[in-house]
C-alpha cells in the first residue's frame, strides 16, 4: 500500500522558516519524480518545487515555482525515503495546504495532473 506522509507544518511568522518531510512507503521505482504542492483556500493546486532523482538516490534535476525561488530548497535522503522542503524567509502569501505527491518518471516531474500518490496534507500558516 502506497503511503506518503507529510509533517513539519504550523504557524509561523514573515521571515520564518520550516522543513516539510514527506515520508514515502510502499513503491519502487527506479526513477522517481517528487513534488511538493500547495492549495491555498479558494485557490486551485499549484506546483511548488519538484525533484528527479533515481533509486540509488542520486538527484537528477529540481525544479522551483517562480515565487519560491532562492527561499525554499528540495531534498531527498533515499536511504529513509524521504523528500524535505526546507521553506527560509516565508511570506504570508505562502500560506496554504501543502501536499507531497509522487510518480515514476515519464519525462516530467512538472504536470500536477500525472502524479499517482499523494498525501493528505500538511498546514502552513504564515502571519505577518
Known amino acids: 500500500q502506497v503511503q506518503l506522509v507529510e509533517s513539519g507544518g504550523g504557524s509561523v511568522q514573515a521571515g520564518g522558516s520550516l522543513r516539510l518531510p514527506c515520508a514515502a512507503s510502499?513503491?519502487?521505482?527506479?526513477?522517481?519524480?517528487m513534488g511538493w504542492f500547495r492549495q491555498a483556500p479558494g485557490e486551485e493546486r499549484e506546483g511548488v518545487a519538484t525533484?528527479?532523482?533515481?533509486?540509488?538516490?542520486?538527484?537528477?534535476?529540481?525544479t522551483y515555482a517562480d515565487s519560491v525561488k532562492g527561499r525554499f530548497t528540495i531534498s531527498q535522503d533515499n536511504a529513509k525515503n524521504t523528500v524535505y522542503l526546507q521553506m527560509n524567509s516565508l511570506k504570508s502569501e505562502d500560506t496554504a495546504m501543502y501536499y507531497c505527491a509522487a510518480k515514476a518518471y515519464d519525462g516530467s516531474c512538472r504536470d500536477l495532473a500525472r502524479y499517482s500518490y499523494w498525501g493528505q496534507g500538511t498546514q502552513v500558516t504564515v502571519s505577518s
Open positions: 525533484i528527479y532523482y533515481t533509486s540509488y538516490g542520486s538527484t537528477i534535476t529540481t
Open positions: 510502499g513503491y519502487h521505482f527506479s526513477r522517481n519524480c
